[in-house]
């Protein structure tokens, strides 16, 4: 079994000004790691993903995350952001062997843009 | 562009009624899955399908079933709608494995009165 912990609920921020959205897991074997976003009455939306390789991953909207396995940590970040960034943000995880594995959500961290 | 339709993006029943929720994928993915969100809970796994006429109880599935007769067609069943269940629905699909992620719907909000 895995778990995903987010611990800001809500992260306000300046217009321009540089924001990171943290995320960490538990599971007690390989992970597939997701980050989402969800905009205001819409669906999510697959941000970027960490399947294997270099440990920092860029998605899209200038967004980029960075997985750090001895941390357990996934945490998502972006230099500048946008009135437009303002959305809901999830941080998502699936072990990976064959056949399908169960995806973990996080409870999503609110990002607010302020102008 | 590929998607995943969701029928409704707004519905309102009344308690006790039989509801139904759609879901139509155009990416020949084999899983597809139900979610509900809720404030402060995230998204929470109802059931989800690997396969045609395949099923599986996620983790809230009490209240709840699902139909998947073809391969694009995924459908959420209330049987009997109360109160409890007004909540956002969200319906995904992917390949096999997941390692590209979900593609989600954009939602049924759903009240129950």
């Known amino acids: 079994a895995q778990s995903v912990t987010q611990l800001d609920s809500q992260v306000p921020v300046f217009e321009e000004a540089p924001v990171e959205l943290r995320c960490n897991y538990s599971?007690?074997?390989?992970?597939?790691l997701f980050w989402y976003v969800q905009y205001p009455n819409q669906g999510l939306q697959l941000l970027l993903k960490?399947?294997?390789?270099?440990?920092l991953v860029k998605g899209i909207n200038g967004f980029e995350a960075e997985f750090n396995k001895s941390q357990t940590s996934f945490h998502l970040r972006k230099p500048s952001v946008h009135i437009s960034d303002t959305a809901e943000y999830f941080c998502?995880?699936?072990?990976?062997?064959?056949?399908?594995?169960?995806?973990?959500f996080g409870t999503g961290t609110k990002l607010q843009v302020i102008p | 562009d590929v998607k995943v339709t969701q029928s409704s993006r707004y519905l309102v029943k009344r308690t006790g009624e039989k509801v139904f929720l759609e879901c139509v994928q155009d990416?020949?993915?084999?899983?597809m899955f139900w979610y509900r969100q809720d404030p402060g809970l995230g998204l929470r796994l109802i059931y989800f399908?690997?396969?045609?006429?395949?099923?599986e109880k996620g983790d809230i599935p009490e209240g709840y079933s699902v139909s998947r007769e073809k391969k694009e067609r995924f459908s959420l069943i209330l049987e009997s709608a109360s109160t409890n269940q007004t909540s956002m629905y969200l319906c995904?699909?992917?390949?096999?494995?997941?390692?590209?992620?979900?593609?989600f719907g954009s939602g049924t909000r759903l009240t129950v009165v």
């Open positions: 995904a699909s992917s390949s096999p494995q997941g390692r590209k992620g979900y593609t």
């Open positions: 599971s007690s074997v390989s992970v597939y």
């Open positions: 960490y399947l294997s390789g270099s440990t």
């Open positions: 998502a995880v699936s072990p990976f062997s064959g056949g399908y594995q169960k995806v973990t």
């Open positions: 990416m020949d993915h084999e899983n």
């Open positions: 399908s690997y396969d045609v006429k395949m099923k």
